[in-house]
């Protein structure tokens, strides 16, 4: 027992590894046993976790808890939307030249999940795993527009953080830019999380809500908003009905975002518009 970690953090951590190694409900005593930790110490860590509900008790014994399973779940959910979407943000990198972002938000953050672009990609303050404001961004507006009202209520009370001049710094504005997203199905950025760079973001939906969203960003100067906007829409599409292929109502994922409420986004107009797109580019290719 003298070589029990010391810290708090060390012992949880030991604890919980027990239960990986296990298929089944442990005791106090069998877990004591195979943490090597004193039984007090773990008796009062395994309160402290069914209280969080990291653990669950049933009488005198203990198995994983629901908690354990909706961050895994989450963790899962990420690895699966990436996976679907990877190759339509090649496709969509190969067709614009562009960089092609996919991320969610993540209370006042967004986090980016993939980055597929060339040279350019570089240039950009993102990366995977990386965080930036959500209102400075396209993907991060779009997402925002698609949450309850209590999500946009939360962030504004956050408070605006600035990353350049052109950066959206009041909730009169932010509100705006959220009202003109639901009505288009889609969102632009100008400049906002880094000076000379315009990015167009279009949700990714599922089961009613949006998990994630993807972006096309370049050179302001180069981007053809009215173009990019139809194919971000149709890719976030064709994300959105694979994922909704590889599903099923019984596992339908938590949204990755906190939410209190249905979402305020109006998926049947970008979707009706992105079908249009892909109508008219098949049309065009025909002839």
Known sequence: MS??????????????????????????????????????SVHRILQQLVNARWLQRNDSEYTLGLRMFEIGSQVVQRTRISDV???????LCAATGHVVHLALLDEQDVVY???????????????????????????????????????IDEYLESGLRRQTSASIMSPEALEAAILQIRNVGYSTESGEALRGVGCVGAPILEFGG?????????????????????????????????????????????????????????????DHDARRFRDASMTQNAM
Not at 119 to 144: D, E, Q, Y
């Open 3 to 40: 070589d029990a970690p010391a810290s708090m953090v060390d012992r949880v951590v030991l604890i919980l590894s027990v239960f990986e190694r296990s298929s089944g409900t442990l005791t106090l005593g069998q877990i004591s046993s195979r943490s090597k930790l004193p039984r007090s």
């Open 85 to 91: 979407a990877r190759p339509f943000m090649q496709e």
């Open 113 to 151: 999940l993939e980055k597929v672009g060339g040279a350019f990609a570089s240039s950009l303050p993102s990366r995977v795993g990386g965080r930036l404001p959500a209102h400075c961004t396209a993907v991060g507006k779009v997402l925002l527009a698609y949450s309850s009202r209590a999500v």
């Open 210 to 270: 949006a998990v994630a969203a993807i972006s096309v960003c370049g050179p302001q100067q180069r981007l053809n908003v009215p173009e990019l906007k139809q194919r971000a829409m149709w890719t976030a599409a064709e994300i959105s009905r694979r994922l909704m292929a590889t599903a099923t109502p019984h596992t339908a994922p938590t949204p990755l975002f906190r939410s209190a409420g249905a979402p305020y986004a109006r998926p049947v107009r970008a």
